[in-house]
């Protein structure tokens, strides 16, 4: 039972691929899953051809509950729901100022979910926020999508730092390597320079069009191209993070 | 959160399914999703041990499930790999084992119900191409059924077809439902439902075989109808238990078809007038017969069940000796089943079976003798053949409390062993005697009579079972031939085990006092006297 932040403070490190994929790879191995889609951008929700209640909003998620439980939609797969993004999302940030316990709201109302699903995949909108607060306090694991480059490894130390300050363990933070080009210098650097590291998974996610070609087959890539490369390396990853899982619990 | 809706329905034919499907497609955007072709094998004892106990134990592609009667997995599923299973030993070490494991015992898993299922799913789509709601299409065939389908045309699958909610479409459940109310019948839409279909087909029900004795009798009987029911019930225990026996599946078929046989013995003496003289005669000493050949093979799988609980006993520098002695003893024991099932092949068994058989199913007319008895002569009407039923279970329970009693009250801490082992005879004719004619009595009386008497049995039934070990494994040393490493391996073995049981012995002894001190209350004696 464990609740999976993907998260960066960069947008397009490939996120929601990441959030799509190994949610759908729990679910495929058995595991109840739910993924919250918190990006008012709604591209997980897009790959799954979901949308939004009309009625439903950023404060009637954050009152969680029944109205939160009557919003979670079964997607196409097996033991695979979705809780989709409402565009009103944009705004769970002020909202969030605006309440008690501010920082340890998304926790309380994800935590109830617990009893319905083994594991619990956080979409998240880039940006450190409030919500971002939450998201890290909610989180079993808090996975990084990470393009390897300079300027992430900019970011990535800004979020260690910020980490540091808001006394959160560092211990949930994993590091994925993400949209991976081996033919570049930089990334190959990069990589090495954080090879041998703790919490660095071993496997990591090329940049590779079955990866881009999901907005057209609106498919996770393990189920419509299971024996593609990009739908092994999903599958090994989901392995690598679900010993990880056991190893913090 | 709230369940998911789904609901099943069956169908009459594959046409029925087909024109089901077309008229979704008229109405909606339907994906189809190719055929799959599985096969679905239902596990339990013979004695539906688990089915007992609200479980579902099948083989679905390959692994094996632990199921709730709904068909919710109570343990994680096992890898067969094309393994077949028949004892809880042979899995490997899982969840799934230790919860059967206590369950079945020494019986064996038996294919219950196979069937070849083809499922294809019919996916209702939104605009947005998103599955709003899942209908599973299903065709099953008795397993092999398939095969044998060009040549009977008419065997006609069961069909059946299962609509479950897509969280969140609500809504588009309740539309497909209304669209399906036209075709077929509704059903339960869980895994016991798909066994019971299963066995409906080869005209059987789960629990079809229990080793419990149940008749029932009316009190206004007369006492060779009643008689006759007993036996009948007893007779078709044994020939359940026949195929299991020569197949050699598991110990107790064997056991069973032995109780079965001394039940219809103890009948035979205790009802001794009700049926001619002759015919009593004739098939006791058939009946004796049956004990004996049956007798070997049982008192081998009594030892070797008791491996387990041997090697326990002994400190393991001794165990070494302990699998010399059963691994000899398993090599007697194939001798035997050899001869057993000579013996159940036999015309003489045979014989004794259909003869028992066809006096049983014979009209009461006491006077005509022919048929089974042909050689006879016509015999005397026996006194309590029209006698009623109640009134002659009322005199022989009475007589045989009053014997347990009597004998039980006499034994003293110096009373010899033999003592014991007469009073254990007595208790299970007792026993049998409630057994068979509990139906006329209240049900509630008759479970605690029954249950005090069973604790005196135990007690009993365990001192004797300890002392014939003792002798059996005094024998085997007798027999035993020195002077090899092997032999001396197996002596310390052996007598370390006679020790142990002796001690064992000694306590049990101990503790028949007060056990029957407790059968024979004062309480106990007077629901006897009130119920009989």
Redesign the interface.
């Given at each position: 039972m464990a609740i999976i932040a993907i998260y960066n403070i960069k947008g397009g490190v490939g996120k929601t691929a990441t959030s799509v994929n190994l949610s759908y790879m729990s679910a495929a191995t058995g595991n109840n899953t739910l993924l919250c889609d918190l990006d008012p951008q709604g591209s997980s929700s897009y790959y799954?051809?979901?949308?939004s209640k009309k009625k439903f909003t950023a404060e009637l998620f954050l009152e969680g509950g029944n109205s939160l439980?009557?919003?979670?939609?079964?997607t196409?797969y097996e033991k695979l729901?979705i809780l989709p993004a409402d565009f009103s999302y944009r705004n769970l940030d002020i909202t969030l100022n605006h309440m008690k316990k501010s920082k340890k709201r998304l926790k309380q109302i994800v935590d109830p979910?617990k009893k319905?699903y083994e594991h619990i995949f956080l979409d998240c909108p880039p940006n450190i926020t409030l919500l971002s607060e939450n998201i890290f306090y909610a989180a079993d694991m808090v996975l990084i999508p990470f393009i390897p480059t300079t300027l992430s490894r900019l970011s990535f130390a800004k979020l260690l730092d910020f980490f540091k300050e808001t006394n959160i363990k560092k211990e949930k933070l994993f590091v994925v390597f993400s949209m991976v080009e081996s033919r570049k210098n930089i990334h190959r650097d990069t990589m090495q320079r954080f090879q041998g590291r703790k919490r660095i998974l071993n496997t990591f996610i090329p940049y590779v069009t079955d990866i881009e070609k999901m907005g057209i087959y609106?498919q996770p890539v393990p189920a419509h191209q299971p024996n593609s490369r990009a739908g092994k390396i999903y599958a090994n990853l989901w392995q690598e993070i679900e010993a990880e899982l056991l190893g913090l619990q | 959160?709230?369940p998911?809706a789904q609901l099943s329905r069956q169908l009459p034919d594959p046409a029925t399914l087909e024109e089901l499907a077309n008229k979704l497609k008229q109405k909606y955007t339907v994906q189809d999703t190719p055929t799959q072709t599985t096969n679905l094998n239902f596990y339990d004892s013979f004695d539906w041990r688990l089915y007992s106990k609200d479980i579902l134990c099948f083989e679905q592609h390959n692994r094996l499930y632990l199921t709730d009667l709904i068909g919710c997995e109570l343990t994680p599923s096992l890898p067969l790999a094309g393994k077949k299973i028949r004892f809880h030993q042979e899995l490997p070490v899982s969840a799934l084992q230790e919860k059967i494991k206590p369950l079945l015992e020494m019986r064996a898993l038996l294919l219950q119900s196979s069937f070849s299922q083809t499922t294809w799913q019919l996916?209702i789509l939104n605009k947005?191409?998103?599955?709003v709601v899942m209908i599973t299409c299903s065709e099953r065939y008795e397993a092999g059924q398939q095969d044998k389908q060009n040549e009977q045309q008419d065997e006609q699958p069961i069909c059946s077809v299962r609509l479950q909610?897509?969280?969140?479409?609500e809504k588009w459940f309740q539309r497909v439902e209304q669209d399906l109310q036209e075709f077929g019948i509704p059903m339960p839409c869980t895994k016991e439902q798909e066994l019971k279909i299963a066995l409906a087909g080869k005209g059987r029900t789960p629990k079809d075989y229990t080793s419990k004795f149940s008749v029932m009798l009316k009190p206004e009987m007369d006492g060779l109808t009643a008689t006759k029911a007993i036996y009948r019930d007893l007779l078709t225990t044994m020939q359940a238990n026949e195929q299991g026996i020569l197949d050699d599946l598991d110990s107790e078929f064997l056991h069973d078809f032995r109780v079965a046989i001394r039940r219809t013995r103890s009948g035979l003496s205790m009802l001794k007038k009700v049926m001619e003289p002759d015919i009593t005669a004739r098939f006791a000493q058939d009946f004796r017969h049956l004990g004996k050949i049956t007798g070997p093979v049982r008192d081998l799988d009594v030892y070797l069940l008791m491996e387990e609980d041997y090697k326990a006993r002994l400190p393991e520098h001794l165990q070494k000796g302990l699998r010399y002695f059963f691994d000899d003893l398993a090599a007697q024991r194939t001798e035997e089943q050899a001869k057993l099932v000579k013996a159940l092949r036999s015309s003489e068994y045979t014989t004794i079976i259909n003869d028992w058989e066809e006096y049983l199913k014979k009209e009461n007319n006491t006077e005509d003798t022919e048929g089974a008895e042909k050689a006879t002569q016509p015999t005397e009407k026996p006194p309590k053949a029209a006698k009623r039923i109640d009134k002659i279970a009322n005199t022989i329970i009475q007589k045989r409390f009053q014997r347990v009693l009597r004998d039980g009250q006499a034994i003293t801490p110096d009373s010899p062993d033999e003592s014991l082992h007469r009073l254990r005879i007595q208790g299970k004719k007792l026993r049998y005697s409630l057994e068979f004619f509990s139906s006329l009595y209240p049900s509630k009386e008759m479970k605690y009579l029954i249950k005090q008497l069973k604790n005196l049995q135990n007690n009993l039934g365990l001192f004797n079972d300890l002392s014939v070990q003792q002798d059996m494994l005094n024998a085997y040393l007798d027999e035993l031939k020195p002077n090899s490493t092997k032999s001396q391996q197996i002596s310390a073995a052996i007598g370390g085990l006679l020790t142990n049981l002796y001690h064992e012995q000694q306590q049990v002894r101990c503790e028949f006092e007060e056990t029957f001190r407790c059968f024979s209350s004062g309480e106990n004696i007077s629901l006897y006297e009130k119920i009989i």
């Open positions: 799954f051809r979901v949308k439980e009557r919003s979670i939609r079964g196409d729901d979910l319905d609106r | 959160m709230k998911l996916r947005d191409e998103k599955t909610e897509v969280r969140g479409y």
